[in-house]
């Protein structure tokens, strides 16, 4: 099978590519404002969802390739932490995980031409260890923040010196689930070649 990742994420890129499959980048552009009503733990999967159902074309599918669309989401005290976008906001979200576990879920759908997006949520718990007004600023200075849901990159050095325990998969952390993924991908049958 052929691999289409709806994703920019070069995290996620990254991830995919080490699977083996053949794959190719597609730009999908969706509305990512969530409901209140949507539960924290459910957000990841609804966008992964929405990006599945209204971002790419279904009959441009071809036979032998699936659609993979992800979103991550940080969640602390029952509320999510999307990408900051000040260094104020930055701060704040590490200030906030530090000395403390929160969790994060990445929902992942997958599409076929003959199927319809099938879904599942992956959940990790991490552990922060408390963290100094000068560690959160040197990750601040020396990383990009602004692109990673609560703050942080696990595969950083504030995920290096910070994370004291994770429970779950670490590849969830960074943004795909790839144990999760690959027997999801395992199930979907793909029509025989002629």
């Given amino acids: 099978m052929r691999l289409l990742l709806a994703s920019q994420s070069p995290r996620r890129q990254e991830l ?6 053949p794959m190719e980048i597609v730009r999908i552009s969706v509305d990512e404002h969530v409901s209140p009503e949507v ?14 159902l209204t971002g790419y074309p279904v009959a441009h599918l071809a036979d032998d390739e699936v659609l993979v669309t992800a979103d991550t989401v940080v969640v602390l005290d029952g509320r999510v932490l999307g990408k900051p976008a000040t260094r104020e906001e930055a701060s704040a979200m590490l200030h906030s995980l530090s000395g403390r576990c929160h969790e994060v879920y990445t929902g992942v759908g997958l ?19 408390p963290l100094t007004d000068r560690e959160i600023n040197y990750y601040i200075d020396h990383y990009r ?9 696990i595969q ?19 943004g795909l689930p790839l144990a999760r993924l690959f027997a999801a991908l395992k ?8």
């Fill in 145 to 153: 923040p602004y692109d990673k849901a609560g703050a942080y990159g």
């Fill in 111 to 129: 599409t076929t031409r003959r199927e319809s997006c099938r879904s599942f949520t992956e959940r990790t718990i991490v552990h922060f260890r």
């Fill in 16 to 21: 995919l590519a080490k699977l083996g499959f």
């Fill in 39 to 52: 539960p924290a733990d459910r957000v990841a999967e609804h966008l992964a969802r929405r990006k599945a």
């Fill in 187 to 194: 199930e979907i049958e793909m029509p025989p070649t002629t």
């Fill in 156 to 174: 950083e050095w504030i995920g290096m010196v910070g994370i004291s325990a994770i429970e779950g998969c670490y590849y969830n952390v960074m």
